[in-house]
């Protein structure tokens, strides 16, 4: 069974696992399943907006379709999110990634 699937049986006992969904979403992208993954994420910064790490895929994959303000906002997002909660790591890579959009 490939990964996806996997996942996605996963997810049928807790469809609002945020791990899981960030997994899928990851997969998703692997596969060129870009708007499932854009879903995922989205879905996952609504529910769970402390959810640091999906912050810097979705806007990853808004940069590489071409969304660069809409990636822009969620840097900026993910960079507050990350201050709060002291992951300096999470916010480097954010604003690292953020400064790299806006000045490039």
């Given at each position: 069974?490939?990964?996806?699937?996997?996942?996605?049986?996963?997810?049928?006992?807790?469809?609002?696992?945020?791990?899981?969904?960030h997994a899928l979403?990851?997969?998703?992208?692997?596969?060129?399943g870009e708007?499932?993954?854009?879903?995922?994420?989205?879905?996952i910064?609504?529910?769970?907006?402390t959810?640091?790490?999906?912050?810097?895929?979705?806007a990853?994959l808004?940069?590489?379709?071409?969304?660069?303000?809409?990636?822009?906002?969620?840097?900026e997002?993910?960079?507050?999110?990350?201050?709060?909660?002291?992951?300096?790591?999470s916010?480097n890579?954010?604003?690292?990634?953020?400064e790299?959009?806006?000045y490039?």
């Amino acid at each position: 069974m490939d990964r996806i699937q996997k996942l996605k049986e996963y997810l049928q006992a807790n469809d609002k696992d945020s791990f899981l969904q960030h997994a899928l979403a990851l997969e998703y992208i692997k596969t060129g399943g870009e708007e499932e993954a854009k879903k995922l994420f989205i879905e996952i910064l609504l529910r769970e907006p402390t959810y640091v790490g999906s912050y810097y895929h979705l806007a990853k994959l808004l940069e590489r379709t071409g969304e660069k303000e809409k990636a822009i906002n969620i840097y900026e997002k993910g960079m507050i999110q990350a201050k709060k909660a002291g992951d300096n790591h999470s916010y480097n890579e954010l604003q690292g990634a953020f400064e790299e959009l806006v000045y490039e």
